[in-house]
């Protein structure tokens, strides 16, 4: 198979969480064409279970969508910094609990078409209720669900965040099936 090959990479808008590119991409027969690019600098998100075996859930609005979503608590990670480590301070800033006890569970790549994103995905085991550390423009409801709750928010369309969907189900073939 030959092979596409990017010719060139132009810097359209620099801003805190992306950099958006417009590249000029060349095609196995020749041809030129323009694609868009978002390069991000990764996240790290967390599942964090309580002894009882519910997961707690962060409830927040989100400008994309213009509503609230349910996710997994996340965020975006700090210059050099572990993903490890992003996830067990997002666990606490968002949800007001801390874990010792963080373990990879799986990374998702968000949106492969145009944007590098990945985002380590860990479990939290072993909470301890903390305080939230929220940032001055977040607002962050907790919500606790069974994971059987959660799936049925995701088949029901309820949940659709990517990295959500993803590391729910993961969390349920892997400790709930013991797939």
């Not at 991000?40 to 509503?67: C, M, S, T």
């Not at 993903?83 to 997002?90: G, L, Q, S």
């Not at 994971?147 to 949940?159: N, R, S, T, W």
Request: hydrophobic content about 40%; proline content about 3%.
């Amino acid at each position: 198979m030959e092979h596409i090959k990017r010719i060139k990479r132009e810097l359209k808008y620099k801003g805190t969480l992306l950099h958006m590119y417009a590249d000029t991409i060349r095609t196995p027969d020749g041809h030129e064409a323009q694609w868009d690019f978002l390069d991000h600098k990764g996240a790290a998100a967390v599942v964090p279970v309580l002894d009882d075996g519910r997961i707690l859930l962060v409830r927040q609005y989100r400008n994309a969508l213009d509503r609230e979503t349910l996710e997994i608590p996340a965020g975006g990670l700090e210059p050099n910094e572990p993903t490890i480590d992003a996830a067990a301070r997002e666990l606490e800033e968002e949800t007001g609990y801390f874990s010792g006890n963080l373990t990879k569970l799986v990374s998702v790549v968000t949106a492969v078409a145009f944007c590098n994103e990945v985002v380590d995905v860990y479990l939290a085991r072993n909470l301890t209720k903390t305080q939230q550390h929220l940032d001055e423009d977040e607002y962050i409801d907790v919500e606790a669900y069974t994971p059987q709750e959660i799936a049925d928010m995701i088949y029901a369309g309820k949940i659709q965040d990517s990295k959500t969907v993803a590391a729910i189900m993961a969390y349920i073939n892997k400790f709930v099936h013991k797939m």
